[in-house]
Nanobody, 120 residues
Framework: QVHMAESGGGLVQAGGSLRLSCTASGLTFDDYNLAWFRQAPGKKREDVACITWNDGSTYYADSVRGRFTISRDNAQNTLYLQMNSLKPEDTAMYYC?????????????WGQGTQVTVSS
């Protein structure tokens, strides 16, 4: 059974930083594209960042490019999202996801989410 669990969320002031982690079990971690999504209350889910399984290519939403960095540690089965220069509009529930084929299209496996709140 696949299990993914996010951690590292919290309350931070605008301009601050947080690092999210997502630990996975029950899957061959190296074989999966891994992505971060977020959803704020009353808004649609947003693709944030993705890192591929084969060559580690990374992709970012325009809204976070240059401020967020996605990375993975296959030995630790862990995905990271380093978030710098946080803005109030980054406030959302953040989810990690894994899929063998795609970055953002209907990922097969999801975590439960971790809340990030950025105060102005």
């Amino acid at each position: 059974q696949v299990h993914m669990a996010e951690s590292g969320g919290g309350l931070v002031q605008a301009g601050g930083s947080l690092r999210l982690s997502c630990t996975a079990s029950g899957l061959t971690f190296d074989d999966y594209n891994l992505a971060w999504f977020r959803q704020a209350p009353g808004k649609k889910r947003e693709d944030v960042a993705c890192i591929t399984w084969n060559d580690g290519s990374t992709y970012y939403a325009d809204s976070v490019r240059g401020r967020f960095t996605i990375s993975r540690d296959n030995a630790q089965n862990t995905l990271y999202l380093q978030m710098n220069s946080l803005k109030p509009e980054d406030t959302a529930m953040y989810y990690c996801a894994a899929d063998r084929r795609y970055c953002y299209t209907d990922p097969r496996h999801w975590g439960q989410g971790t809340q990030v709140t950025v105060s102005s």
